[in-house]
């Protein structure tokens, strides 16, 4: 790298120089304080490390008992994709497919991106192949949730532990192991870095921000949030599962399950599922439709803090997919005829629905455009 190295901030494209970092340095946009790049000694090799094992242990996590469930003297275990299997023979294939892909295949696929890039970096020259895996470990990144499955499996322990002993088993572990070497390999690989190494073989292009594609931006993330607010209403009416006790069944909204939590003590976890399901779904969608609000009239107030709402806004929307996650667990898990059994409701696809309509309107929306300045006789895009 050279004493100075020219970088470009992709949320409001403002170009800057910073000089060599050092050993835990971080780069800022000085305009809208987002991170543009990080450095850490011996990154490639830590990434590529941890990327490894992330992947045998992701491997290590599928073939074994993955979890137990005992009661009235019955006893279920499930596998990561018995309990896939499960979901498909209730007729829930979708939530199925979801589960599969955001806890199994985009995370392994991310990993072994992130893996072949580090490598190429220690021991090849970057070529289109490379800057081609590059930009779909970028696409992919934001959709793989293997942290929120494992957050969302705790969360479902702990809903049924009064009621029946959980044992963990091998596969359980590798995952939780597969998760931490994830987040490191994550820590690691920074995509400044990556760009500059592939230089002229990935060009990070961005198409030029005029009045067309403003309104088209703006368009477009209108669209997706009235979509996630009428998505919105059957996923807190309708019930996100069914529980079959003695032959009873019992539905459950999702605001019905923070409040039974609540009731039977359990305020961390009750708390946790209605910051997450409730009021993160509510705050992104209030977030975005004001930042969109603000950037169609051309507002050019308040942009740091409104750049920085749209950075936590866009982080934190994913992390909806817990009370998802515990439907599919508990549905895979607790099987036990008449006596004991769980079923997802159609509120489950539904907020489903709305987490990952959320995330795409975050996605269409142009940050670019809280620091865009127009002709002050055109604010209606």
């Given at each position: 790298m050279s004493e100075r190295t020219t970088l470009t901030c992709e949320h409001c494209q403002t170009t800057f120089s910073v000089p060599v970092l050092q050993h835990r340095e971080r780069a800022l946009?000085?305009?809208?304080?987002n991170q543009v790049m990080s450095y850490r000694r011996n990154s490639v090799e830590f990434s590529l490390g941890?990327?490894?094992?992330?992947?045998?242990?992701?491997?290590l996590s599928i073939p074994f008992n993955f979890l137990s469930?005992?009661?009235s003297g019955q006893q279920h275990s499930m596998e990561i994709?018995?309990?896939?299997?499960t979901l498909v023979d209730i007729h829930y294939t979708s939530l199925a497919i979801v589960t599969a892909l955001a806890t199994l295949v985009l995370p392994g696929s991310v990993l072994l991106g992130i893996c072949v890039l580090q490598y190429q970096r220690l021991y090849a020259q970057p070529s289109y192949f490379s800057a081609r895996v590059f930009v779909w470990v970028q696409r992919l990144l934001p959709w793989s949730m293997a942290e929120i499955f494992l957050v969302g499996t705790l969360v479902s322990l702990v809903k049924i532990t009064s009621h029946?002993?959980?044992?963990?088993?091998?596969?359980f572990f590798a995952y939780v192991a597969f998760t931490l070497c994830s987040a490191f390999t994550l820590m690691y690989f920074d995509r400044a870095e990556t760009t500059l190494w592939l230089a002229e073989t990935y060009q990070e292009t961005h198409k030029p921000l005029d009045e067309q594609s403003a309104r088209f931006s703006i368009q477009h993330t209108w669209a997706l949030?009235?979509?996630a607010v009428l998505l919105y209403i059957p996923a807190n009416l309708l019930p996100v599962m069914h529980t079959n006790l003695l032959g009873r069944d019992e539905p459950s909204t999702i605001i019905g399950g923070v409040r039974l939590l609540w009731q039977e003590g359990s305020y961390p976890i009750a708390s946790i599922i209605f910051i997450a399901s409730i009021m993160v779904p509510v705050a992104k969608l209030i977030a975005l439709a004001y930042l969109n609000y603000t950037v169609q009239r051309g507002d050019l107030r308040y942009q740091s803090a409104r750049a920085r709402s749209y950075r936590i806004t866009e982080l934190i929307g994913r992390w909806s997919m817990i009370d998802v996650f515990v439907v599919a667990i508990l549905v895979a898990l607790i099987q036990l005829g008449n006596t004991m059994s769980i079923y997802p409701g159609p509120g489950v696809l539904a907020f489903c629905a709305v987490v990952f309509v959320t995330m795409v309107a975050a996605m269409t929306?142009?940050?670019r455009l809280i620091w865009y300045t127009r002709n002050r006789h055109d604010r209606t895009a």
């Open positions: 946009c000085p305009r809208c304080g941890f990327g490894l094992a992330g992947l045998i242990f992701l491997l469930f005992r009661a994709i018995q309990g896939l299997l029946a002993d959980v044992l963990f088993g091998m596969s949030l009235l979509t929306f142009d940050s």
